[in-house]
């Protein structure tokens, strides 16, 4: 009997092993510069290779909870293996407000650290979408605080009309309409500003009131394009006027249509199009704070937003030099550069925003979606990097590859989350990472000799010579609490593979 009773105990304690697979987790549906509307299809009508016809929509930015439909013993997929998954809706940002960001990160945190069995649904979902279209992300949904009631900081003096303009702006009821929702943002502020403009008609030239609206969205992209942990250093700064030099040189001379100019001087549009500056796609508006109205006064007490305001007070004067002054404006701002390579910038190359590969890892390779099983139990691998381990009939075993973005390199491991699983062959290909170079810079940049990351490099990050930029700035320091000195910060844009300035290029 007693060994009976071990034996049983053992069973059980294989089963508890067994099952401590991690549950899915919070998922948004995200695909750059997409439809707004993206359709899922009836879990009960689905086929292989045929979804049918759509039974309704998520809006991009919706964060849900995926699950595997099993129908005939199996996961629902198409032809090719991809999971077509059932989901229980987080945050709508359709019909979200400011509570969503609470919702959201509530979720998140439920879902951390949970183990489950399997990753199958409930009885009773309706709807399945394709997993490819979701990632596992953190980021929650933004609103900016609503007014407290009390007075605020003092507005700082603004440095010019345009300046006084955008300030104003930012304080306007119009202004704070844009944001009161959290999908639309980008289409939401350009209806906020032709209605604050339509209301200032009269009281001002309207060519004042339009360079006014394009200095803000040039200062919004030039601002997010930037790292904002560099705050009001010396190289933020510049780095800030090299972006506002890029929407300068792309809006006027040529002003092609298919980077948002639609007429000579068309800062705005070329600022916010979303496939030259993605910081404007739908999603990543809803998570930040490009669309808000940042420059309130009552604001100033916030650490985030007192940081953005230091920011913005930094560089108004240099960026609106660079967009309405002449050629002496740009030696000026730019001191030391050739005045005919300036003109021809018209990228800024930032590198840590490539993606992420790994080619001293052979058998590591990124899963959109794909099913794993054990037996009857099946799980869900998506948005996710794995070690592909031994051949398993039709599959591999496998272990899930992590990794963290420290300051100077990336920490990777591995770890046996899905032990007993086996990954669907047909989603591994053993092919070895393409255009994977050292933190994803290009060919004839400078480099020393300790590479810690690797990033893939599109294409176009190849074009053109590497360029290092000089601005004249004031330097105020990280956390913008200095007086600041003036000094000459030197970004080399392309060519640092820690993105600090340089003294040259080869």
């Not at 592909?388 to 039709?394: A, D, F, L, P, Q």
Request: aromatic share 8%; hydrophobic share 35%; glycine share 10%.
């Amino acid at each position: 009997m007693r060994k009976l009773l071990g034996a049983l105990a053992l069973l059980v304690v294989s089963v508890q092993v067994r099952a401590g697979i991690p549950a899915t987790p919070v998922m948004t549906l995200y695909a750059f510069n997409g439809p707004v509307e993206v359709p899922y299809y009836s879990a009960e009508r689905f086929r292989p290779g045929d979804p049918g016809a759509p039974i309704g929509t998520l809006a991009q930015g919706t964060s849900l909870i995926p699950c595997l439909v099993i129908r005939d013993g199996a996961p629902l997929t198409d032809a090719s293996g991809t999971p077509y998954v059932g989901f229980e809706v987080v945050v709508d940002p359709r019909r979200a407000g400011p509570e969503a960001r609470a919702r959201f990160l509530a979720a998140i945190e439920r879902r951390k650290g949970l183990e489950v069995e399997n990753h199958h649904c409930e009885a009773g979902v309706r709807g399945v979408i394709d997993v490819r279209q979701l990632y596992a992300m953190e980021k929650a949904p933004f609103f900016t605080p609503p007014p407290d009631g009390r007075p605020g900081a003092v507005s700082p003096a603004a440095s010019s009309q345009l300046d006084r303009i955008v300030r104003d702006f930012h304080a306007s009821s119009e202004c704070a309409r844009a944001n009161a929702r959290l999908s639309g943002r980008r289409g939401a502020l350009e209806r906020a500003w032709e209605d604050y403009l339509a209301r200032r008609r009269g009281e001002l030239p309207l060519t004042t009131l339009a360079r006014a609206k394009h200095l803000d969205y040039t200062l919004r992209t030039a601002l997010f394009e930037g790292h904002h942990a560099r705050g009001c250093n010396a190289y933020g700064a510049c780095e800030r006027n090299i972006v506002a030099l890029t929407i300068r040189n792309r809006a006027v001379g040529q002003c092609p249509r298919h980077i948002g100019c639609t007429f000579p001087g068309d800062f705005q549009g070329v600022a916010s199009k979303v496939s030259q500056y993605n910081i404007w796609d739908e999603f990543l508006t809803q998570i930040s704070g490009l669309t808000a109205c940042y420059l309130r006064p009552d604001l100033a007490d916030e650490p985030r937003f007192a940081k953005l305001q230091a920011m913005y007070a930094q560089s108004v004067g240099d960026v609106e030099r660079i967009l309405y002054g002449d050629d002496d404006d740009l030696r000026a701002v730019f001191p030391g550069t050739d005045l005919a390579k300036l003109k021809r910038v018209r990228h800024y190359y930032h590198a840590p925003a490539m993606g992420k590969c790994f080619p001293d890892h052979p058998r590591v390779e990124y899963m959109s979606g794909a099913i794993a099983r054990s037996g009857d139990d099946f799980a869900l691998i998506a948005n996710t990097r794995i070690e592909v381990g031994e051949t398993v009939g039709t599959g591999y075993r496998f272990k899930q590859f992590r990794f963290d973005e420290l300051e100077a390199r990336d920490r990777t491991w591995v770890e046996d989350r899905y032990p007993g699983f086996v990954v669907d062959g047909r989603k591994v290909s053993l092919r070895a990472p393409s255009d994977c170079r050292p933190y994803g810079i290009p060919a004839g940049c400078r480099l020393d000799d300790s590479i810690g990351r690797y990033r893939k490099i599109p294409h176009w990050a190849d074009a053109g010579e590497p360029l290092e930029i000089r601005c004249r700035v004031i330097d105020r320091g990280s956390d913008c609490d200095r007086d600041g000195d003036g000094v000459i910060a030197r970004v080399g844009g392309a060519c640092d593979r820690e993105m600090r300035p340089v003294s040259g290029v080869r």
